[in-house]
């Protein structure tokens, strides 16, 4: 089943403007990650926050969790058309071993 | 430089042929997985694997099989291709809890 649900699924922004994605889960975590994929490549690790962190930053990505809501958001902000491309959540639920569980993603499309 | 390799990239074969995907990492992680993610959709994990000789089906039941004589080599075969069987399989590796590595993917079409 899918752990994790992702909001939007598709965005559409102009370079320059912030983008915000959201993603809720439904089972208690040890970590969540963020990935970014090109069209037809493999997956890239973006970020990754622990269930004990509430804010974490990594260049223009800035990705908050709250475990009470079961929910993180993922935000670019400046964003580039080399931003463009699809972003998972995935979640490593606490009796899962390590085994990453993915919402079905968000497509961006960032238009110069 | 470490990296996750996949061959072949792109296949495309007849209906009940026996087909093997190759995944090797230079690593050293004693975790790999296998995906299978249909065009725009989710990833769905199909097999594990944890260290050698040690493998398990994932989420998502599949007709293939793994193997994993060696830490850095993760084999998916599949004996009898069939047309549902036409999706992307991505390969990653990984210490526990952390990031995963994918490799960049094989796009098989069976006809």
């Known amino acids: 089943s899918q752990q994790g649900e992702e909001d939007p699924q598709a965005l559409s922004i102009q370079e320059g403007e912030n983008a915000t994605m959201n993603c809720s889960y439904k089972t208690s975590i040890n970590n969540l990650q963020w990935y970014r994929q090109n069209s037809g490549r493999g997956l890239v690790h973006l970020i990754l926050?622990?269930?004990?962190?509430r804010e974490k930053h990594s260049g223009r990505l800035r990705v908050t969790l709250d475990t009470s809501k079961k929910s993180s958001s993922l935000l670019i902000t400046a964003s580039r058309a080399a931003d463009t491309a699809s972003y998972f959540c995935?979640?490593?639920?606490?009796?899962?071993?390590?085994?990453?569980?993915f919402g079905a993603g968000t497509q961006v499309v960032v238009t110069p | 430089e470490a990296d996750i390799y996949q061959t072949p990239r792109y296949l495309v074969i007849g209906t009940g042929k026996k087909i093997t995907l190759e995944c090797s990492q230079t690593m050293g992680h004693d975790k790999m997985y296998w995906y299978q993610q249909d065009p725009g959709m989710e990833l769905h994990l199909i097999h594990y694997?944890?260290?050698?000789?040690?493998?398990e089906k994932g989420d998502l039941s599949s007709e293939s099989t793994v193997s994993r004589i060696r830490t850095e080599h993760f084999p998916l075969t599949l004996e009898s291709a069939r047309p549902s069987h036409t999706s992307q399989y991505l390969c990653?590796?990984?210490?526990?809890?952390?990031?995963?590595?994918f490799g960049p993917g094989t796009r098989l079409t069976v006809l």
């Open positions: 694997s944890y260290g050698v000789n040690s493998t």
């Open positions: 995935a979640t490593v639920p606490t009796d899962s071993w390590g085994k990453l569980q």
């Open positions: 926050i622990r269930s004990n962190e």
């Open positions: 990653a590796s990984s210490e526990i809890f952390n990031e995963q590595f």
